[in-house]
């Protein structure tokens, strides 16, 4: 389960110790309307919070958790055992949940929902790091594999560097924050969560009285392509299509404009509510089937006590499908664009 992190515009990191909170949970809920009639799968197992909540649901209802951080698969076992039975949690990325369910032997699949983001706990873990808010190694890898966020701030170029922190970041200040990374790296390599954020803090401004922290957006921008989280997404909407019944539902809590307008889009698309090119999701050519009908109107905004209780809560959006009986079209490549860097023109600047 996550919670919201710190984006631009959004409250400052979490102190230590402070509870996990699901976010939006019984909208969830209502939204996915478990019955015990086949699999769900929770497709970011976190601390288990929409898992807990779904066995609660229904007391026949059996559910298929995923997570690709392996202390959460550990953290869950108390939970695996006390469900007895009705719980499969594995490891792995949601973009492969398909594969995973088929694995599992669990079908059909009568819902999926997916909490997209970094979780409470990789927040509050200094050694993960995730936060600048207490020191610790540039890592941000929310599994063991591939380069970290040490790797990307000391081997990447410049440009790129630039392009990762303002697409992904959204910080205006991008080419600054770049340079300046480059020219501390000639001095040694940058390792720690506090070394970068006093980097970024040298060349990015707030506005009296903020409490948005200067590198809020480049840690952003840095996690985001570390994991590959866009593209992550694109391809579990792909998979949850794929591996849905027919009545299954998909439900999807975003928390920045970034992953929900690919969420927007493709449900847009594949409701038949898009027969017009955007500047976000070109037009595909004629008219596809109808694979998803939607089950809210608009995004799920979280209510007055739940932005008391847990502010983090304050930039959650939720959206939610249906699946028909309609063949799955094609994937969408436009929805890859939305997830990629834009591509370097010939005069090495990105369009």
């Known amino acids: 389960m996550r919670s919201a992190p710190p984006r631009a515009g959004a409250a400052p990191h979490p102190q230590p110790g402070m509870p996990h909170v699901p976010v939006l949970i019984a909208e969830v809920i209502e939204a996915l309307k478990p019955t015990g009639e086949g699999t769900i799968i929770d497709g970011t197992f976190g601390a288990g919070g929409y898992t807990r909540a779904l066995l609660a649901a229904d007391p026949a209802l059996h559910v298929l958790a995923i997570d690709r951080d392996p202390r959460a698969i550990l953290g869950g076992q108390a939970l695996v055992a006390e469900a007895a039975g009705r719980l499969t949690l594995v490891p792995g990325r949601f973009g492969d949940l398909d594969t995973l369910a088929a694995e599992a032997g669990a079908e059909p699949i009568g819902g999926v929902v997916l909490d997209i983001g970094v979780s409470s ?34 081997d990447a170029d410049e440009a790129e560097l630039a392009d990762i922190i303002y697409h992904y970041g959204e910080e205006r200040r991008s080419r600054a924050v770049a340079r300046a990374i480059h020219e501390a790296r000639r001095r040694g390599r940058i390792e720690g969560t506090a070394q970068l954020a006093e980097i970024v803090a040298g060349v990015v401004r707030v506005e009296p009285g903020s409490h948005i922290h200067p590198a809020t957006r480049t840690f952003q921008g840095l996690r985001i392509a570390v994991n590959d989280e866009l593209g992550e997404l694109v391809r579990a909407l792909h998979a949850a299509e794929r591996v849905l019944a027919p009545g299954g539902r998909l439900a999807v809590v975003t928390f920045h404009s970034l992953e929900d307008r690919i969420v927007k889009q493709f449900f847009a698309a594949r409701s038949g509510r898009v ?63 939305l997830a990629s860097l834009p591509e370097r023109s010939r005069g090495g600047v990105r369009r």
């Open 121 to 154: 706990m990789q927040l509050d873990t200094p050694e993960r790091g995730f936060s600048f808010r207490h020191d610790g190694p540039l890592d941000m890898r929310m599994g063991n594999d591939g380069p970290s966020a040490a790797d990307l701030v000391n």
């Open 275 to 337: 027969d017009q090119g955007s500047r976000h999701l070109p037009s595909q050519g004629g008219p596809e089937p109808r694979s998803l009908k939607p089950v809210t109107k608009g995004p799920v905004l979280p209510g007055a006590a739940e932005l008391a209780r847990n502010p983090r809560s304050r930039s959650a959006k939720l959206r939610a499908v249906e699946r028909t009986e309609s063949p799955v079209p094609a994937p969408l490549g436009a929805l890859e664009t």
